[in-house]
């Protein structure tokens, strides 16, 4: 399995500004993902972040809105920007690890994002 | 597109068992199960790939119907501790621009009471 820890586990902002996630996993990955989860909703896969390239979006993701950084194979960022109430979800990030002799994905414990 | 889970909910009192389905349009690679209970993340609960095979976690079984592109979980004898949410998280192709991409379900929320 992936131990994944992220940072801040939440946060109450106001409207128009910016949050940034940390995600940190215990051991090397080539990518990483991230994921939102709105209230008594599903998850929604934003993007994925790959290391030594330009994240990929999903539809309905643009970069200007979440643009995303991975500087090495254990970390990355997700910054949630000019935000609205609309932003207030859970944000996950998840990483690849092995169960058995089968690779599934682990998540990260989640930053709960409240906008004012 | 989204898988489809039935049923959206279900009831259980302790020791009685439940089935949750898993449907997609979608040739699906794997099907992955998750448990999410209220403020935490979702724990793992098993991954199978296509080939239909079954798999078995203590009480808590799946299957996978490759023809019919569905997947169900099994939950025998259900305990206090069965209770959340489940997630299926669907992956349509092995390797390439699908890898580790999961799409997930809305969710069956199970209760158990005492």
């Known amino acids: 399995s992936a131990v994944i820890s992220q940072k801040p586990s939440r946060d109450i902002c106001q409207r128009g500004t910016s949050l940034t996630i940390q995600c940190q996993v215990d051991s090397q990955v080539t990518m990483m993902f991230w994921y939102r989860q709105q209230p008594g909703q599903s998850l929604t896969l934003i993007a994925t972040a790959n290391q030594g390239s330009e994240a990929t979006y999903e539809s309905g993701f643009v970069i200007d809105k979440f643009p995303i950084s991975r500087p090495n194979l254990t970390f990355s960022t997700l910054t949630v920007s000019n935000m609205s109430p609309e932003d207030s979800s859970i944000y996950l990030c998840?990483?690849?690890?092995?169960?058995?002799?089968?690779?599934?994905?682990?998540f990260g414990p989640g930053t709960r994002l409240l906008v004012l | 597109q989204q898988p489809v889970q039935s049923p959206q909910a279900v009831i259980l009192r302790e020791g009685e068992d439940a089935v949750i389905n898993c449907s997609s349009s979608k040739a699906l690679y794997s099907v992955h199960w998750y448990r999410q209970k209220h403020g935490e993340a979702p724990v793992f609960l098993m991954i199978l790939l296509k080939g239909g095979e079954q798999k078995g976690h203590e009480k808590i079984s799946a299957s996978f119907n490759e023809k019919k592109q569905q997947s169900s979980l099994y939950l025998t004898a259900s305990q206090l501790s069965y209770s959340g949410t489940y997630f299926c998280g669907t992956e349509s192709g092995a390797g390439g621009t699908s890898y580790g991409k999961l799409t997930f379900g809305q969710g069956t929320i199970l209760t158990v009471h005492p």
């Open positions: 998840s990483a690849p690890g092995t169960s058995g002799n089968q690779e599934t994905q682990y």
